[in-house]
């Protein structure tokens, strides 16, 4: 039940992009997407709900494909600040069942 | 508005002993979830409480088990500690219970060492 995340993990030279993939083998309600950088706690970036929709914040956006019970995130013209783990969590339909992905390693490089 | 907050931050305990871990949520915040990370393992789901009940629980073994105070802090407490066990526990609220529109708020986590 926990989603796949990929990559595993990505180096990524400053201005460059990249697409973090999460999948489910349930039908999602919601997705939810974290930043967690080394030592610190998990912090809320984005939710998506059913829907489809596409959200954005600054040069980090994310879609959600419910019929594919996938989630993407996207990092545009990536920045050192955006090193860290990235966990999406997802909400099946059934509801009461929410989890983190098993999380993608970020480096940003100068 | 003060953010979640853990007690102890650290923690060394001997295999066999029990440990209790405290997490106090945003103010006005009645969901609390608890999280175990270890390296290479993700944020494993422990168990949620919302409104003093449990919610939902993850797959772990009887020995970790949780409560929600009427003020919403919640405590875990793992008995028949294992060297296993050792991992960053933490903590998360919510205005309602997870998913759909309301996003966790994580506190600091309490680093548990078990030897």
């Known amino acids: 039940q926990q989603p796949v995340q990929s990559p595993q993990a990505v180096i990524l030279r400053e201005g460059e992009d990249a697409v973090i993939n999460c999948s489910s083998s349930k039908a999602l309600y919601s997705v939810h997407w974290y930043r967690q950088k080394h030592g610190e706690a998990p912090v809320f970036l984005m939710i998506l709900l059913k829907g489809g929709e596409q959200k954005g914040h600054e040069k980090i956006s994310a879609s959600f494909n419910e019929k594919k019970q996938q989630s993407s995130l996207y990092l545009t013209a990536s920045q050192l600040s955006y090193s860290g783990t990235y966990f999406c969590g997802t909400e099946s339909n059934t509801g009461n069942q929410f989890y983190f992905g098993t999380g993608t390693s970020l480096t940003v490089i100068p | 508005k003060a953010g979640v907050t853990q007690t102890p931050r650290y923690l060394i305990k001997t295999r066999g002993q029990q440990v209790t871990l405290s997490c106090s949520p945003i103010?006005?915040?009645?969901?609390v979830s608890w999280y175990q990370q270890t390296p290479g393992q993700g944020l494993q789901f422990l168990f949620e409480?919302?409104?003093?009940?449990?919610?939902n629980k993850g797959n772990f073994p009887g020995r970790f088990s949780g409560r929600q105070f009427s003020n919403s802090r919640s405590e875990m407490n793992v008995s028949t500690l294992e060297l296993g066990d050792s991992a960053l526990y933490l903590c998360a609220s919510s205005l309602a219970p997870t998913g759909g529109p309301y996003e966790q708020y994580f506190g600091p986590g309490t680093r548990l060492t078990v030897t």
């Open positions: 103010s006005g915040h009645r969901s």
């Open positions: 409480y919302f409104s003093e009940t449990q919610r």
